[in-house]
């Protein structure tokens, strides 16, 4: 070994200087952050990933030489300097390197840059494309560095509360099998298997089962997993899952395990600490809040005013399924064409709603609703006794068929608290929502199918309702949300075979179908399959709710674009006839 | 929630009862793996992935219907039973629960079993197909249970180690772009950009460089890899790499780091300490080794025998480059029938010697040789002297022409080593190999290409050297051998934008052909990019020896035949018309 070797590049990173290293003799390696320049003063801003550390070159102190070549740097250089911490003239208590500086009496430039497409600061003026582009120059920036480092937090600490609780991570295969069922899978040619193609893994779920099988016990894995979707905003074609199972497990184990794991998460990453979960059912969530994933960190619960709204000349309510509706606190301060606004908007096909009906709850006591013609003051504080209004606040309803006017009046829920900022990206509330129905009747179609996947567990008291009220058929299967974002969902397996045959029948898959699809796991049931269930969460999105963005892209290194391309690298690409040739393939014309 | 949620399956896993929990009321689950049925009185023992725990069935103790519905029980049923923890009669203090046992009361079978198509005990009497086949019940076996704890174990030790040294795990893309550079690549057809493909990452190389770029300073990954080769036995077409990069870094920085890896998990997981690790360069493995990855747990390293044996009238010793040969300690008692096998087996033309030339050193103090003819007592007494070989011991000799010699004498000393049975699985050997050429002459295209890939720095003295004498440069790259096994290997990278086109230039690549591979890096390297280098482990290799074993199959959870081919679940396997349509591919005639 020659002594080269042993030369280094620093002996602090940029971040750890302080008072406690005044006169130390350092050095220091980064990028040029800022240069501001007094002629015979020079200070230099030098980045790394720990911090930023500023240099000071001085013409009574630094050489002749140092300060010519400093006064050659640029933006985004990467350099290498020795010299002196000393005390700052003017502190900065905004950074933590902030009370002292180096004043630099080496100066190496370890590779020039030209000058980058956008700024390298925190707001940047890079949009979306140029910043995807040049990927490695936007993870310099903090936003995005520090949410790749929050998602190394959230790993490594899911691992270490899985590890502790005898959880083992198992790795499972990415060349697996094609099975039509669920999003349309990405496709590997074989070469040595010509005419024979693998399937990227959509998720782990038949070898997690497969593991409970082979005794595992506690399985868990941080996977990526792949879905040939077209892609809707911000959904990646390869994403990533905390993926896990469990055998000897009834649904209560599952909920506290995960329940404990995101609390650890949240109090080992972020420091808050997480009360105990609610839970609602699949159906009180409907009804509640016209969707199976509410946010709480809002009001503006459903209230049901059939039997205070149907008993006058009102049509439209009376040949309504439904009426039904939610306060905004202070809501009646707003105005009439901000009314006309939300009015509008529920009216756009995408909501389909025929209009929106309000009563204000005046300051004076009286009520002012869009419905006047119909109801008198009476009904009116009837609707506000029952909804529990106050003055000052506004009664929005919705009316029409029950399922659809839930899901417009859940739309507008989000919209309002969208539209008054009631979405504190600093508070967290979960919730766990259960008792999802079994099944999903399929109009285009016209069959049922799995509302999670086909392994899951029936409650065993709606066994006998498979055949004959499907519909009515509730499962032991769970979604974790939170602020309003499903970020895991899971279920009981069916571990008895004829259960599984019972749900392939109910979905319409023949026995061939279900055994060339599924034969590995039906086979693997025959030989002592455990009771068993599990849960998966989203890790990017779980990342990005934690990280106070919902952006995901911004919590993944190298994400794709909405045509799932990597406009960085340039993917994906054509490939040479020759590759082609030797997986047997062409292109059709 | 209903009262049943709240149902446990067991209060105790099966390997967790002691003496200490007699008279306990317990509740276990798990799988039958033995029974034995006195009539009066019935055994079962109850295994989980924790242990195993004796239950018994008593006429005079447990009711009429548990033990009736016990004589129905078959191997690798899954039950559940509550009892009493009681002391038993003849103890087995070789397994942990061996002290007492559960008096059943109570039994209920949770899923029966067909009788297993092989023993799921230590030495199972299935053959690799079989086991393969029904690989999650292989996993049930011991042996292969423990290897993937022993995996977990493993990969979470790494991931505990780096983030302690401030690495970041990051995730980079699975869906690449295709390079011709290096193995085969493994395709994936893009629906949505027709014709075009993704590639499946080789290593994740080029985003972790520009991972350094971004500034990240210390990136790791545990990460699932793709090579598309003709699968030599124990190869896998996935498998897995602790992949890692660090920023402003000389050699000695990253041998230092990670020598420091090894040591932390052979002490965290085996209890092993590991002494500082040998470094031997490139040149010095192959001359005393005959090869880079040398196994240090046993000697006959080399003695070059030229100058005592090119002074005679032997002329296949005198018209060779080398005559290099190894002692063999008590080698003497090697029969003639045995070197006769030696000789024979370097003869085979996969070694291709011409012969093998011996001297047993024998007890009385004399020398007998293979060349007697030619040599005399003295001149043997030479050959002992410079080898340092002792009485009892033979020395093997080999001559021809040097590279070719060094290689056929290094495979004889595993050959050898392999027959004397010198390779303890309990000892392990690690070292450094440094100093590797940078470029490596390939005899069937006539050029050079890289011995480990484009971005390795030639060591910064050798610079000039690449264009006038481009075998003799060597490069700042790096393996970590063990137990004859590369087990990791890296480089300190490029990070000069002329240097890496020079080494382009060398590798016969046109800049058309650079842009379009790694322009993207390229294009990075203008940015300001960092001095930087890095390892890559094995993880499955590494896990292997670990586990005192070779077969890396037998470490992997599901792993994938000579063929590239998953058997458990049949795949790869033809896909439906339509899909292949979707992706505007058919298959050629």
Redesign the interface.
Known sequence: ?CA???????TH?CGELRNSDLTKQVEL?G?VQKIRDKGFILWVDL????GITQLIFDQERTSKEVIELAKTLGR???INIKGTVIERASKNLLIETGEIEVLVSDLKI?????T?PFTIENESDGGEELRMK???????RNPI?DN??L??NI??EV?KYL?DNSF???????????T?EGA??????????S??????PQSPQ??KQ??M?????KYFQIV?C?R?E??RADRQ??F?QIDCEMA??????ILDTFENLVKHLFLNVKQIKLDKFP?MTYDQAIEKYGTDKPDLRYGMTFIELNEVAKHKDFNVFNKSELVVGFIIKGGDSLTRKEIDKYTEWVKRPQIGAGGLAYMRLQDDGSYKSSVDKFYDQSDLANWAKISGGEKGDILFILSGEKDKVRTQLGALRVHVANELNLKDSNVFKPLWV?DFPLLQWDEETKTFHAMHHPFTSPK?KHIDLINTEPAAVRADAYDLVLNGNEIGGGSIRI??KEIQQKMFDCLGFTKEEAKKQFG?LMN????????HGGIAFGLDRLVAIMGGNEIIRDF???P?NN????V?????????EE?L????????Q
């Open positions: 070994m080269e070797q042993y030369l280094m590049y620093r990173n390696s990028w980045r790394d990933r720990y985004e250089f990467v370890l590779n020039a840059s030209k980058p040049y990927r490695y120059l936007d993870i310099r560095k790749l480092i998602r190394h790993t490594q691992r590890s083992i991570e198992v790795e499972t295969p990415y060349l697996i099998k094609s039509p349309r899978d990405f496709v590997v040619p074989s070469r040595m298997n005419g024979e193609f693998y399937a990227l038949t070898f497969l593991l099988v082979a005794g595992m016990d990526k792949f040939d077209d892609l074609p390869e990533t000897f497990v009834k649904q209560q184990n839970v259960v065993s571990h008895d590995f693997a049931f025959e030989y002592g399959a455990p009771p993944i290194a190298f794709k045509s799932g391309r990597d960085m690298i340039d993917s994906p690409s054509p490939v040479s590759q040739k030797e997986i047997n393939l062409k292109t059709r």
